[in-house]
């Protein structure tokens, strides 16, 4: 039995139809193009289809049918809509979807209880003042941290693989899955480029008639930014474990090179988006995405400024406070990774792989 469409998929529907009809957008991006390979749209149909979709608005200002007109026809901010709902119905544990209906109401209750965790956890640990201002383990140890990220990446690890999973194994997704390895390093490239949020232009839409690069270049920088600080975590654990080296490391070292560069990536990147949101045209995104995407980019900048606020002060002697709030914040990141804004990058890189499988046949 079919599932029935909601409100926002039965508009999608609706307008998948029309743009089908016309065509005149089906050099924009993948959307289209995979649109045409369809007669009927279904629930499946609609969501590969809204996170194939990049937001570019390319299409909005194309559109002889758009706004005034009576068929009312906006594809990004519908399929923006569709985009949440599906975040909300793949979504592990099933009641968790709540937090994409309250995107901020599920930040305040995610970093409460980071904070919370992170200050028992050095309450109880910290038996001693460090040895120097910068002695982190003093106030957490190694291993008693590695246990809570690590218990807690593995529940995000696995809630993300579960979403993932559901979304790829949608009735949408069942049937090519030729094209073998240059399919996927299509995908790949389509992914770490943004090669389709700029549509058929060089620049990216912020309104009618007003393209700018900007966009683009702030999410490689938040992209990339996040890249070099998981590179940075990863290379000071094999310091530790590897080679014995106990941090804190030097300004000089990798870790820090890595975690700064990186972190400053975080702040121009999600700061930039922030304000480039606010002078978008609403018409472009619906509200529930416009919220999620803040609210997760406000705590990647929280995270990178209370990082490398602990980097620059890390030899004062309130250095365990900026470190429990950092590592609050970080907790509460991990947390939100699932259930936020997120999982778009996870959901849009399954269907370009999708889009370039369907493609090579």
């Known amino acids: 039995m079919t599932e029935a469409l909601t409100e926002a998929m039965r508009k999608a529907e609706h307008e998948m139809v029309v743009c089908n009809a016309c065509r005149y957008c089906e050099a924009y991006c993948p959307v289209f193009q995979a649109m045409e390979q369809r007669v009927t749209f279904g629930r499946a149909d609609l969501t590969y289809l809204a996170n ?26 519908t399929l923006s809509r569709v985009r949440v709902e599906s975040y909300e119905s793949f979504a592990w544990p099933s009641f968790a979807a709540v937090a994409f209906r309250r ?30 201002p910068s002695d982190f383990y003093a106030v957490i140890p190694h291993d008693v941290l590695v246990t809570l990220f690590g218990v807690v990446g593995l529940f995000v690890i696995a809630a993300i693989w579960i979403g993932h999973r559901r979304f790829a194994g949608s009735a949408s997704h069942k049937g090519a899955r030729d094209g073998g390895l240059a399919s996927q390093h299509r995908a790949v490239r389509d992914v770490l480029t943004l090669k389709h949020l700029h549509a058929t232009g060089e620049d990216c839409v912020d309104a009618e008639e007003q393209r700018r690069p900007w966009r683009r270049w702030l999410h490689h920088c938040t992209f990339y930014g996040f890249g070099l600080c998981f590179a940075s975590t990863t290379v000071a654990a094999i310091y530790h474990l590897v080679c014995g080296w106990i941090a804190p490391y030097a300004y000089t070292s990798v870790p820090v090179v890595l975690g700064t560069i990186g972190g400053v990536g975080l702040v121009v990147g999600p700061a930039g988006l922030l304000a480039l949101d606010r002078r978008r045209d ?17 705590m990647l900048l929280l995270t990178s400024v209370t990082g490398l606020l602990l980097l620059v002060l890390r030899e004062r002697s309130d250095m365990p406070v900026l470190l429990v709030i950092h590592l609050g914040v970080v907790l509460a990141l991990f947390l939100t990774f699932p259930y936020g804004k997120f999982v778009h990058g996870i959901y849009r890189g399954a269907a370009l792989l999708k889009f370039r499988r369907d493609d090579s046949v």
């Open 103 to 132: 995107p901020w109401m599920a930040t305040l209750v995610a970093i409460a209880a980071g904070a919370l965790i992170c200050a028992s956890v050095a309450r109880t640990f910290m038996v001693r003042a460090p040895r120097e």
């Open 52 to 77: 194939l979709c990049h937001n570019c608005g390319e299409c909005l200002y194309a559109c002889q049918y758009a706004p005034p007109h009576e068929f009312n026809i906006d594809v990004p901010r």
């Open 282 to 298: 609403a018409a472009l995104t619906h509200a529930s995405e416009r919220t999620l995407g803040v609210a997760f980019l406000t």
